[in-house]
């Protein structure tokens, strides 16, 4: 299963940049593990939770102000752990920047 998590965010800079640098991550069971790997487009990123099975993709767009996040679980692991702790960290870290947050299922 895949879902999709469209973030709107207002100010500059991109903020998929902010997550993977940010050293509050591992609080939220978040763990940063590719970013920028040669060979692939700019503006991507993954990241894996410690606890909940699944990764997101992290997608930047930069004139639209958007991040794209594809949750990817496989064995028919459900995503509501990883999706979670990922709402519980944009809400406490980048809570002044979003507009908004729209979840679909793929």
């Known amino acids: ?14 903020l998929r940049e902010k997550i993977m640098n940010d050293s509050q991550l591992g609080r939220f069971d978040l763990i ?3 970013h920028m790997r040669p ?3 700019h503006g991507w990123a993954k990241i894996h939770s410690e606890d909940a099975h699944g990764a997101i ?6 004139r639209s102000g958007t991040l794209i996040c594809r949750v990817v679980t496989k064995s028919g692991n459900k995503p509501n752990s990883i999706i979670g ?5 944009l809400l406490a870290r980048h809570q002044s920047r ?6 679909m299922r793929r």
């Open 1 to 14: 299963m895949q879902t999709v998590i469209q973030v709107i965010t207002s100010g500059r800079g991109s």
């Open 32 to 34: 940063p593990t590719e």
């Open 39 to 41: 060979g692939r487009p």
């Open 57 to 62: 993709n992290l997608e930047w767009h930069a």
């Open 85 to 89: 702790d990922f709402i519980d960290y």
């Open 98 to 103: 979003i507009l908004a947050i729209h979840i």
